[in-house]
DNA sequence: ATCTAGTTAAACTGTTTGGCTAATCCCGAG
DNA sequence: CTCGGGATTAGCCAAACAGTTTAACTAGAT
């Protein structure tokens, strides 16, 4: 990448048993950054969050500017890594869609503060994202890549609509993603979501891929054979 | 709502031709704050550009919290109340399908600011978002709901298959609006949105009715008919 | 004892906010 | 026309605060 990505500094001793302060200040400042912006995280809440000191930050990270482009670059590359493995040896379009909706909820589920410091940086607009993408483009297996390619596979092989495989993939993100990044917002105005998230989201998943199997397949399909596992009589009520 | 969602001010005169600074400011302001966030914005360059003097900024709105807020309180207005003007008397389910896509992509591409500072507010996690949702609950017609009770009504004349439609909803909702939200990657993905990205949303609108009208019918729908304008022959390539 | 990485408290520097003042502009009323 | 008053400006100030740096302290290793 880029960008220097590797967490590096000055605590390379030996065998030290040493509390990993690098990686406590990489957390903190990554759960802090996602939360408030690159803009509204203060230095000195970084540093409680990590139970040090304010200076420690810069004897890791010379600079607030750096610890942010240092969070960023390693999610984003986490992002990117874990994004195809999913998909690895299944056959049937219905059995990569189910998977790769799994996996992209699973991976946002656990990693919410990766998904969020992207989007803020989606959204204030500054270079950092641009670079990383134009350097993951150059990249040989670009991860974004291989899903779009299973659909292509798909409609080639009329397994599905003929559909824009751009167009697809946008979707399926767009209904994975969108729900966590305006989490508040849907607490709000769906009760399941407000009293037990993780049950929503459950639902969701199977909503996502109920209405994708059927907006995708092919005209001329079966009408019966709903996919093994669909959520029974085909509805998500 | 429970916010002073007015613009008021010192400027309450007669009937002057004055250049309504408020206004100006107003404008200027969620320009700003929409960009840069609420913590990134500063006074400075919002008195700038509104084309005005900073001191003006606190002769009008006496704090920064009190200008933002006051943004805040007038998007999340706005954007409620344009809500649902859309769908007024359209009868057939894929005609309000229609209606509220372009309607909800046509608002959020003219007032892109009020979407980031929604987005913006959905990531910090304050307080505002809720307390507005919270009385915006209280209201009568809450907007939200009428999507959602003609998604209820199709599917109670089996016009649709018997989905969610919380879930259709936010499905939707999704679609619409997630790639405005990470525009930028999505430019740097897509060759087409990066050269023109007009054509793009034009491109996406049409997707994205398509794959749901094809996700949501039921499943004893006449499969020849594809409605009026679903994009020719039932694909969107 | 000395060296070194890790850590800290405190100081330094620049920026931002909020507030204030005095001067000016501009319009409409008298 | 002049006057008055709201609108607007430049400019200043103090307090707060954030980011950064410095110098000193600690504890374990050599």
Not at 72 to 81: S, V, Y
Not at 135 to 146: C, L, M, S, V, Y
Not at 174 to 184: D, I, M
Request: proline share 3%.
């Amino acid at each position: 990448m880029t960008a220097d990505t590797t967490i590096s500094g000055p605590s390379r001793r030996s065998g030290t048993t040493a509390p990993d302060t690098e990686r406590q200040i990489f957390d903190a400042a990554l759960e802090v950054f996602s939360r408030k912006g690159k803009d509204g995280a203060r230095m000195q809440e970084i540093a409680d969050a990590a139970g040090i000191n304010r200076a420690l930050l810069h004897y890791y990270f010379r600079t607030k500017q750096q610890l942010y482009e240092t969070c960023f670059g390693h999610c984003f590359e986490r992002f990117m890594q874990t994004f195809g493995q999913w998909l690895s040896d299944t056959d049937s379009f219905a059995d990569t869609l189910r998977a790769f909706i799994d996996g992209y909820i699973d991976f946002v589920r656990e990693h919410r503060q990766v998904m969020r410091l992207m989007l803020n940086e989606n959204l204030s607009g500054g270079t950092l994202l641009g670079e990383h993408l134009e350097a993951a483009f150059q990249t040989e297996g670009f991860p974004q890549r291989i899903m779009e390619d299973r659909i292509r596979e798909a409609v080639a092989r009329a397994e599905i609509r003929g559909v824009d495989p751009k167009q697809t993939l946008l979707t399926i993100v767009s209904a994975c993603l969108f729900f966590f990044v305006t989490r508040p917002t849907v607490t709000y105005l769906n009760p399941l979501a407000a009293e037990d998230f993780d049950a929503f989201v459950e639902e969701r998943r199977r909503h996502i891929f109920d209405i994708l199997y059927y907006g995708l397949r092919s005209g001329d399909a079966d009408q019966s054979s709903s996919p093994a596992g669909a959520g029974g009589e085909g509805g998500d009520r």
